[in-house]
Each structure stands twice: as C-alpha cells, then as structure tokens.
C-alpha cells in the first residue's frame, strides 16, 4: 500500500510567524508532488507542484522536496489568519497509473 | 463552464437506495477524476477516465460503484445500495493533459446514508 503520511497536528502559529507543515511518501518511484489547501467545507485547491529536488518558491510559500529521504515540505512565511486550513500533501502514484495517494491533512491555525 | 461542476451540491439517500453523481469537467479537459473524501481524511482516488476510457478504477469500494463517462466529457458515479459507510464527500477532478500536475477539483458532493 503506497502511503503519504502527515503529521495530523493541529499546528497553530501566531500571525507573521514561519508555518512549517512536513509530509513522507513511502513510493520511491514517485517523482511528483503537491500541496493542496483545504477551507473548511470547500474542495481541494492546489497551491504548490514539486519535481525536483530541492526548493520551490512562490511568493509566500516555498516546498522543499528530498527523494533521498522520501520527504516533502510546505513553508508558509509570514503566516495570515486567511492561511488557515487543512494542508494536504499529495504524491503522483507510478506504474501508469495517474492518480494522487493523499495524506490525510494537516490543519494549521494562524492565531491574529 | 470556467470549473468544474458537481451536482447535487448535497444529497441524502436512504441505506439501500441508488443515487447517481455528476461530474461536468473543465470544457477540454482529457483527464478526469474521481475520489472519496471522509471526514477527517485526505481524498482517496475512486477512478481515472482519460477521454470516455476508463484507465484505472483500481480504487472503486465494492462492485455498488460504477462511473462512466460516455462521450468524454461529463462523467457520472453511481452507487448501488447505498450503506452508511459510502456517507463521504465524492470529489471530481479534471486536468487538461493525461499526465497529472495537478489537477483542478469541483466542489464536491456530500452524500449521507441514512
């Protein structure tokens, strides 16, 4: 069974503060990943996309991704209220197949 | 339509009952998908069609579910016999080429069996 886990939290940040959500992978073959962003009550929408090894920056948000240690993240700087949500953290399964193992979210509260 | 639309919005069905979901994807999209949300959890893949061929519905439950997308395009799940565990929120998803880099969600269909 190819599993995404993430730690569950929740995790609560004051506003301005660093955001760091984390996420495994057990699929070595994996070679995409993704961030998705939850409001409670509404459906999934994609915020970050990862390849490559490394970091990713757009604007506020930066993912980090290590294939070597099967291991994805997600930083938030400068963390709003409106940041507030689930973070799910996705992987693109391999073997033909185009479907995304999803963890089962983390929820992060950015207290004003 | 500029999403992708799902309808109902909510849906109550008695345990036993049959209830069909739609799916209309983003006009052009090739890719299409469907997943299963619980409470409390991260969607978990159901289907995939590209065009009207369904390639994997290695995550469909049990033989009650059946999807279809005939001429490509919009796409229905049915759920035979409904029971209480298919009480979810049944998530759609459309992506313009086959390979996936993420893809773009309708708002979602909750169901409960009662």
């Known amino acids: 069974q190819k599993e995404v886990e993430q730690n569950s939290g929740p995790l609560s940040v004051p506003e301005g503060a660093i955001a760091s959500l984390n996420c495994t992978y057990s699929?070595?073959?994996?070679?995409?990943f993704f961030w998705y962003r939850q409001y409670s009550g509404k459906s999934p929408e994609l915020i970050m996309s990862?390849?490559?090894?490394g970091d990713k920056e757009d604007g506020r948000f930066t993912a980090q991704l290590n294939k070597a240690s099967q291991y994805v993240s997600l930083l938030i700087r400068d963390s709003q209220p409106s940041d507030s949500a689930t973070y799910l953290c996705a992987a693109l399964s391999q073997g033909g197949s185009e479907k995304l193992v999803f963890g089962k979210g983390t929820k992060l509260t950015v207290n004003p | 339509g500029a999403g992708v639309s799902q309808s109902p919005r909510y849906k109550v069905a008695k345990r036993g009952q049959d209830v069909a979901l739609r799916c209309d994807p983003i006009s052009g999209h090739v890719s299409l998908f469907w997943y299963q949300q619980a409470l409390g959890q991260g969607p978990e893949f159901l289907t995939y069609f590209q065009n009207e061929a369904q390639l994997d519905k290695s995550g469909l439950p049990s033989d009650r579910f059946f999807a279809e997308r005939p001429e490509g395009s919009v796409s229905t799940l049915k759920i035979q016999r409904t029971q209480q565990e298919d009480s979810a929120v049944y998530l759609c998803?459309?992506?313009?080429?086959?390979?996936?880099?993420?893809?773009?969600f309708g708002s979602g269909t909750r169901l409960t069996v009662v």
């Open positions: 699929d070595r073959g994996s070679q995409s």
């Open positions: 998803a459309s992506s313009l080429v086959a390979h996936s880099y993420g893809y773009t």
């Open positions: 990862i390849y490559s090894n």
